[in-house]
Structure formats: structure tokens, C-alpha cells
């Protein structure tokens, strides 16, 4: 798939060694002109130093440059976390010749530790004048930590007379959390869409995607989704009121969807992506706890890993979820195969094993019976190499 | 330590080959009288069939027997898993000549599994028969599934005149959840104590003890802990008004904490055990949530496995617990070395590592520093074998 640019959006990429020397780990994503903009963030608690700069920033809805290293989420480091990226940005302001108001900061990898601001200060100016030499693939390879693969998307979407262009970059591997906000994604667009519109789809978009996968159950501190909507594609402004809002809305999704699976299909160690569907719930909130329980039960996730249709693990996840379930109207299937059938087992064990041997993507489909309400959530299985990656991460 | 036994009680075991042969597997506990008896059972909707006909039974609070197996939790097994359960009850009546209400029926194991109901019924006469040749120790045995040790202990508690004894067995391992119910504990005594001072004991000594400690935070279909107290030390009769009461609550919760220790020391592919305790905050609840946040967080526990004093996964998990935490103020100490300092690094990365690595045992303190109180959560680290026990459980 060849990834297309939305017009007037420039890339730039360095190596600052911000962790270790030898990849690219300071990237900048430039708009030629003002962007409207729209964001959503991580809701622990905790927050990183660029997170709350960037929560600050985003109240004004326009953006012009967004600078992003991996390597260090510049996370509980203080007031000299906060004053090293105001320091990054006024510089950038400067050599930029941009609003610093316009420059948001994100940061990915270890926490606590401050950046290495001698060593990213010296490559501010190449990654200025490199600005247009980078491409969107590289911003994308420059904003993995754990990731095997780099993450991005693009699609296209006529409005009116106008095609227009939504691009995106993501990152994700551990720490990515059911129901609270997200990873890395920056999405960027050459339409015209107003302020609230683009906030509104924007929300909706991570309501239907990012927080709808999960990996290891827990929301980290540097979470962000980031949209830019630079006009340049010339199209008639669409706002709530267009016809033409419900086809970004459509796009939007289907970049964040798209994405979302890349993240969850390289989960640290995952070796399977499954879709946890809870179907037949009493009302919407059952089917949510529901199908979250079951994608974060470590049960769950190994006898997945382990190809054993342990579906006792699956009734156990759903019982102490705090759903309503009855016990004797749970039916389960993986894909069309029925393994739980009004709560006991379907006879079907061995063929479900044989179809999770074979199957690198696969519907966990649960209906309780009870009502109309459902709820998915995309998750992985978990490995050996979850724990080792994990135990091993700062080493 | 040498295991006191009450008087009164007796034991048998024997080999019915539930999952495989080579192992005793199914188990009596025997009161010569009839004893007052409490139970603490699962919170997970999905019950095993012994729960359910023991949560019946135990409205009497009187019990004689307890028969428990391993290898099959007679879970998910519908109208037959009553049926089974009830049938080797009535058996057993017969056999024992006494009442089927005062016997109370127990399991541990695969989910969704019919009891092999030959094998159990042709072992049943060599049950009753075994009565008194079998140890406390064999019980503790035969309840065992991924426990790679037994689990037992007693302590001896005076009232008035008389000696009497607590004992007790416990299974863990796998499936430990915080704030639900247990796994399988069998505590007998032969002191003499009425039923509400009995209940409000045992209530108290599981929240004190299997409630504060987590191993993958999955609560299981088949957790139960009961306590049997048959007189026969001939003290005068403990109420809840009694002096004694409180010595009693005293030994108890020392025998059910003594049994949560060890269970969490032998979590699943666990290294370490880790008592996470958060004081300071501004009230119980904020206390509780961290605490289990942190005592659940996969990153946490991968990273106390490869020796990682990676605090700012602590810092991230009490962010996202729900729990009031500013992050300023927040101090950390393994042990008595602080790592965390007014939320940011206290510089103590590399020693604290090295405790890490010569550590069994270590408290994981989180001094909120916003009120006075106070909760803690005993857990274990997480290694690559446990995703390799539970990917294998049933193969």
C-alpha cells in the first residue's frame, strides 16, 4: 500500500541517541500552514511533561508543528522535565520562525530519567533543515520503542470537488490500556473541517478504536492522539451540520481502526490478535465489562498463546467480570465453531485446538443471551517473550 | 514445625486418578462430632457445582465432613456437576452414617469437565475405610494442582484452662485474585466457639489475609475457605462477648496469614514475594486501589523479575489506579532505600537493582504523603513460567 500525503505536511527525522545511538529518534511533523487542531490524552494520573504541555496548548485548536522523540517519555521528571521541553520548544520557535504556542511536544519510552538535552539541542538545527527530506514512514520508525514494525496508514476522501488526504503514524507494543485513552498516533489531513467537528470525530474515532484494544491492561503516562487539518485540499469547510462529516467520520475511523490493529497485532510477544465480541448483554455496560475482562485475563490470554480452548478460563473471566451472566444461557465460539453451548462445553475441544493452531487472527465471540447489547475489544494472546521483553526493558 | 492436629479430627486420601493417576487426589476431612462451621466462598457468578450445594449447606453452620478433590473444579458442568456432586455425597452418607447435610463437597481443577464418576465412586469405599490413616499433611497433598509444595500449618491457643488447636490446609498457585473471594482453605479447631462469633472470625481473618493477596487477579469458579469447630478441647464456649474471642481472631488470623504467604510465595513461575504498601493516603479506598493497582500491574511485576527498579511503571500504575496521587508529593522505598523522591528518581536506580537481585522478600512501600491512611497487598513477581504453566495447564 503506498502511503499518500495529505498536501502542505513536511517531515523531518534525526538521530539525538536520546536512549542508545543508531536509529532515529527525534521527529518533527510540519504543516506549511496553520492547522486546526484536536487532541486526546492519556487519563492516568501521572501525566509527562510534553503530555501536560500539549493538554495546555490544545485548548487553542491550532497547530502548526508537532516534535515527538522516542527513547525517554520525559515522565516523573519534575519541574526540569517541564522547563527541558519549553527549553526544546522556544529553540524550535526560533529556528523555525513559529509561534512556540504552535509546537506540540510528545515523548515516548523510559520514564524518570531527564532527556539528554546537550545531545538533543545539537541535532535542533538538522532536524530544521531536514524538514521536507524525511518521509512519513520514518517519523513513523522514529517513534517505535518496542514496536517490530512501523505503524502508519493513509486513505483518500473526496469532498465535493476536492480529494483530501488523512495520513497516520502510531506507535504502541506494551502499555496500551483498555478504556482509558491511547498510545502515540498523529494523523494528519490537507481537509477543511472546523474546530468542533474535527474534535468531535476525533473523539469518536479513539472511542471506537484505540480504546478498544488492549494489550497488557495498563494506560501509560505519555498516551496522545494528535489530528492536524491543514485546508489545503481546498475542499468546503466541512463542519457537524455537512453531509460530508459522516464520510470523514468514516475515514477517520477506518485510519484509527486500521492502526489500532497494526498495535495490536504487534503486542510485546503477541503471537495471535483476537477479537473478544460479547453479544446477547443486558444492556451496554455488561457487554463492555464483559468483553474487557476476558481480553485482559492473563488465563485467557495464555491458554490462547498455549492453543488450548480452555474455555472454563473464558466462563471463570466473564463470571467475576461484574456483568449480569447466567450461567446456563452462555454460549462461546471461536469464529463458527461453538465451544460453550448454554454454559458447558459443546463437545467441540479438540477441533477449537486445532483451529487456534492455525489461526493467527481469530472472533472470540461470546453471547450471554440476555439482551441486545454488545461490545468488542481487540487484544492479543501472551507469550514467554512478553515477560522477557518486559523484564528486560531497561537493561 | 511439627503439625498439631485438633481432637476429634481425622483424615483420608486416596488415589481416584481425576486428571491422571499417579497421585492421591480426593480427600476427607472428618469430624467425630458435629462441629459449628463458617465459609467464605468465590464471588465469581460462574460457580463450580460444590460451591453452589456447599453455600446451601453451610446456612446451618453445622458440618462433619468435608470431601474435596483436585484435578477437575466441576465447574461449567450444569445439571450433572449437581448431579455428581450430590450422588458421591449420598454415598458417602451411607457409608459414614451420617447426615448428607453436615458433608460438605469441594473442588479444584479443569473447568467444563464431568467428574470421572466411576473412578470416583469404586475409590470411595477406601475413603471411608482410610478414615485416620491418613495425615493433614496428605490432605494438603491432595488438593494440590500447580502448587509445587503442600500448604499447611497449626498454632495452639489457650482458653481458660484448656489447650485447644487451630490447623489448617490451603491450595494456591494460579487464579489468586485481590478483593474477591479465595482459593481452598480447610481450617479445623477444636475449641469450642458458637456460629457468629465463628463467622464474624472468619470473615475478618480472609479480608486480613487470601484478600490482600494477588497473583494474576483472576478470581476463580471454585474459591472457598471453611472453617469446622467441633468443642472437643472442652473450654468454655467462645462468644463475641468472650476475652478469649480476640486471642481466638488473633490465632486465626495468624494461621490464614501464615497460608496466604505461602501462597503467594508459590504463585505460578513467581521469584519473589513483594508486599506493596501504600500509606499516606487520604483515605482507605485511594489506599486499597493503588495498592492493588500496583500489586497487578504486569509491568511492575515483569520488571521486579528482571531485577528492574523501573519505578516509573509503579508511578504509571498508581496514576491509573483511580486512587488521588499527586505526583509531587509521591515517595518510594523498597525496603529502607528510597527510589522515588517527590515523585522523581531519588537516584538509587542501580542499588536498588542490586537489592532487587538479592532479594526473596521485599516491601514495595508508596508513601502517598496526603493522609494518614494505609493498605498493603501481598504479591509476586511474574516470570516467563508462569505464561508457560498456564499456555500448558491442560496438555
Given amino acids: 500500500m503506498s502511503l499518500k500525503i495529505p498536501r502542505g505536511f513536511k517531515f523531518s527525522a534525526v538521530e539525538a541517541a536520546i536512549k542508545r545511538p543508531g536509529r532515529k529518534d527525534l521527529a518533527l511533523i510540519y504543516s506549511d500552514v496553520d492547522a486546526n487542531a484536536s487532541a486526546v490524552f492519556t487519563k492516568n494520573l501521572i501525566k509527562a511533561a510534553p503530555v501536560k504541555l500539549s493538554m495546555k496548548r490544545i485548548t487553542s485548536q491550532k497547530a502548526r508543528v508537532i516534535i515527538v522523540n522516542s527513547g525517554n517519555a520525559n515522565a516523573c521528571t519534575g519541574k526540569k522535565g517541564i522547563d527541558d521541553v519549553v527549553e ?27 532527556l539528554p538535552m546537550e545531545r538533543i539541542k545539537s541535532t535542533l538545527p538538522d532536524l530544521i533543515s531536514g524538514i521536507g527530506k524525511a518521509t512519513l514512514e520514518d517519523v513513523a520508525r522514529a517513534i517505535m520503542t518496542t ?6 496508514i493513509s486513505t483518500e476522501l473526496k469532498v465535493g470537488d476536492e480529494v483530501g488526504t488523512i495520513s497516520a503514524v502510531a506507535k504502541g507494543a506494551g502499555m496500551i490500556n483498555p478504556s482509558m ?3 502515540l498516533c498523529f494523523i494528519i489531513t490537507d481537509l477543511s473541517i472546523d474546530k468542533s467537528a474535527l474534535s468531535k ?4 474515532a479513539v472511542d471506537l478504536s484505540f ?37 470523514f467520520k468514516k475515514a477517520l475511523n477506518y485510519v484509527t481502526e486500521e492502526l489500532a490493529k497494526m498495535i495490536v497485532r504487534d503486542g510485546e510477544g503477541a503471537t495471535k490478535v483476537i477479537k473478544v465480541i460479547v453479544r446477547g448483554a443486558q444492556n451496554k455496560k ?21 492453543n488450548d480452548a480452555n474455555w472454563g478460563r473464558i466462563m471463570s473471566a466473564i463470571g467475576a467480570s461484574g456483568a449480569r451472566v447466567i450461567e446456563e444461557k452462555v454460549d462461546i465460539y471461536f469464529n463458527h465453531l461453538q465451544i460453550v453451548k448454554k454454559g458447558m462445553s459443546a463437545g467441540n475441544d479438540s477441533t477449537a485446538n486445532e483451529l487456534l493452531k492455525s489461526s493467527k487472527e481469530l472472533n472470540l465471540i461470546i453471547d450471554l443471551a440476555s439482551g441486545k447489547e454488545e461490545f468488542s475489544v481487540l487484544t492479543c494472546d501472551i507469550s514467554e517473550d512478553y515477560v522477557r521483553i518486559n523484564a528486560e526493558y531497561r537493561t
Fill in 201 to 204: 470525530a476525533l473523539k469518536e
Fill in 147 to 152: 514496536d517490530t514494525f512501523p505503524k502508519y
Fill in 211 to 247: 480504546n478498544r484494544i488492549t494489550i497488557d491492561g495498563e494506560t501509560s503516562t505519555n498516551d496522545m492522539v494528535m489530528i492536524m487539518a491543514n485546508s489545503l485540499a481546498g475542499n468546503d469547510t466541512i463542519s457537524l451540520k455537512s453531509k460530508s462529516y459522516r464520510d
Fill in 181 to 183: 485513552a491511547t498510545m
Fill in 88 to 114: 526544546i520548544i522556544k529553540l524550535l520557535s526560533k529556528g523555525l520562525g513559529i509561534d512556540e504556542r504552535l509546537i506540540y511536544p510528545a515523548s515516548t519510552g523510559v520514564i524518570g530519567t531527564p
Fill in 286 to 306: 455488561d457487554a463492555e465489562l464483559a468483553a474487557r475482562a476476558v481480553a485482559n485475563s492473563l488465563l485467557v490470554k495464555t491458554a490462547l498463546y498455549g
